[in-house]
């Protein structure tokens, strides 16, 4: 158990509609990302958080939003969903942008589009 | 922003062969590079990792080694046994305005024939 809780773990929902996939990081930690991985691609940087700021972004769609609570959990709010949204999201955490280090994954939440 | 190249994306080996994953990077600031494990199905773990100021790092059967002037670092596995057999992701992560973001490579298909 990485300590990164991620929910639902399985969503399944029509094109055009609107999902919300949430994220509790570790216990201390204060910088939350955001992965995308589709069938058969590597783990796509979406966007991270660090104590309830956005601080990077890479390569979210403009359907796609994000954000960090006060108790440091996140959401990624996903809109007007495309097939090709499709896709293992995973939230990470580490323990915030003042040191280079190892980032803990949840399990996942596995979207199908249909 | 910071491109990681791996290869190769699929490996196969017999059961107490070596296996030798390789990634380059492009951002010369990048000082952490991690690799990820990825079994079916469950989230990435971390098995080993290294920083820019060390050119090799061992654990067990597993060591990974990395050339800065060359901007590139391999993952080497001895004595492969069939549990080796999963998604292996190397990683290279440096400063970008403020924050360290882990930028992935595609991954490479590990596949331990017993």
């Not at chain 2, 990681?4 to 492009?26: M, R």
Request: hydrophobic share 30%; proline share 4%.
């Amino acid at each position: 158990d990485s300590g990164v809780t991620q929910t639902p773990k399985h969503l399944i929902t029509a094109t055009g509609q609107r999902v919300t996939l949430r994220c509790s990081p570790r216990s201390g930690d204060l910088s939350v990302y955001w992965y995308q991985q589709s069938l058969d691609q590597g783990l796509q940087f979406l966007i991270q958080y660090y104590n309830g700021e956005e601080r990077a972004k890479g390569n979210i769609l403009e359907r796609f939003s994000a954000q960090q609570f006060p108790d440091l959990h996140s959401e990624l709010n996903l809109s007007s969903l495309e097939l090709g949204d499709s896709a293992l999201y995973f939230c990470a955490s580490s323990v915030g942008q003042l040191m280079n280090t190892e980032a803990f994954f949840g399990q996942g939440t596995r979207l199908t589009v249909v | 922003g910071e491109n990681v190249e791996q290869h190769p994306s699929t490996l196969s080996v017999q059961e107490g062969d070596s296996a030798v994953i390789k990634c380059t990077y492009s951002d010369s600031a990048s000082n952490y590079f991690p690799w990820y494990k990825q079994e079916l199905g469950k989230r990435p773990q971390l098995i080993i990792d290294i920083r820019s100021n060390v050119g090799e790092k061992k654990d067990q059967r597993i060591a990974v080694t990395l050339n800065k002037t060359a901007k590139h670092f391999s993952l080497h596995i001895t004595e492969t046994q069939p549990e080796d057999s999963a998604v292996y992701f190397c990683a290279a992560s440096g400063a970008s305005g403020g924050s360290y973001i882990p930028t992935f490579g595609r991954g490479t298909s590990l596949i331990v024939h017993p």
